[in-house]
């Protein structure tokens, strides 16, 4: 279908750029990607293997990520004070995101959909399900958390030693790979050249250096969502690598055990991200988790 732009989204009147896999007839999934990431981290290669698997798939940028709108003119996110508890400078919150998202889906004209969302975005698939409970068909929680500072916690020992991403092109190309390869998937091929292309081609289409800063402090603010996961009621698979160490798999686990009936599939050597042999297992969970829940349906 090729990249689309969506404009006036959600009660923010946003644009959102987007692009649809599959057949438009198949059940619809909406792909969240998490903090920071433009939706060319959900790979092209991995839509088309689950577009391929009956099931029409969008992709977005949310957000202050690739050509959707910049919140340029909010204020500089300060992270640590709002890891002390002060929220001043929040320019948003993970509901504004999550209503991001449902604006999306009035926009292609879908009622509900099944989310699937990734680091950050498996928070805002989470609160789309809190917040706007008729608009999910079934939940995908994946390398995420609860929001309590408690679980999921980043390796920063493992981080530490990045620093901040340098602003020129290049610069910020080679910091992507040995972040990426600092947080990724022992267990699994690294494969340098698919990283360092998907990181240039995101400079390209609108890096911005305080984006990831706007959405942790957004995700901050939020705070703790456990006890608004226990009033769920939606099919829920939560999934998580035994070797994430940028979210811990603590924070999966306490996901799992928060959301009445999940499900929990722990990945053995999956870090934080899609290595290219990982799809085939995480598209037979997912696909085959949207097609249980449609399965089991009433009227189906």
């Not at 449902?102 to 990734?118: K, T």
């Amino acid at each position: 279908m090729g990249e689309k732009k969506a404009f006036g989204v959600g009660p923010s009147g946003i644009e959102m750029a987007y692009e649809v896999f599959g057949d438009p007839e198949a059940p619809p999934v909406l792909l969240v990607m998490g903090g920071g990431a433009q939706m060319i981290n959900w790979p092209d290669g991995f839509c088309t293997e689950l577009a391929g698997r009956g099931l029409q798939v969008t992709r977005f940028d949310n957000r202050d990520a690739g050509r959707s709108t910049h919140f340029h003119d909010a204020p500089v996110p300060d992270v640590r004070a709002a890891m002390a508890g002060d929220f001043s400078s929040a320019s948003y919150t993970l509901s504004d995101m999550a209503a991001d998202t449902v604006g999306l889906l009035d926009v292609l004209g879908i009622g509900s959909a099944h989310f699937v969302g990734l680091s950050l975005g498996g928070m805002v698939a989470q609160m789309v399900a809190i917040e706007h409970p008729g608009r999910v068909r079934s939940l995908t929680s994946m390398m995420s958390s609860t929001g309590n500072p408690d679980v999921g916690r980043p390796d920063f020992a493992a981080l530490g030693e990045l620093g901040t991403a340098p602003e020129d092109r290049q610069g910020y190309v080679d910091w992507q790979v040995r972040a990426i390869r600092a947080i990724g998937s022992p267990g699994f091929a690294f494969d340098e050249d698919a990283v360092a292309e998907r990181a240039a081609l995101a400079y390209d289409r609108g890096h911005d250096p305080l984006a990831m800063g706007r959405q942790a402090v957004a995700t901050l603010a939020t705070g703790d969502r456990t006890e608004r996961l226990r009033s769920l009621d939606v099919p829920t698979l939560v999934v998580h690598g035994s070797a994430d160490r940028m979210c811990d798999v603590s924070g999966g686990r306490a996901t799992a055990a928060a959301v009445p009936g999940a499900e929990l599939v722990v990945v053995d050597g999956l870090g934080h991200g899609l290595p290219r042999e990982a799809w085939p297992r995480l598209v037979s969970l997912i696909a085959g988790h949207v097609h249980r829940t449609e399965a089991a349906a009433p009227g189906s």
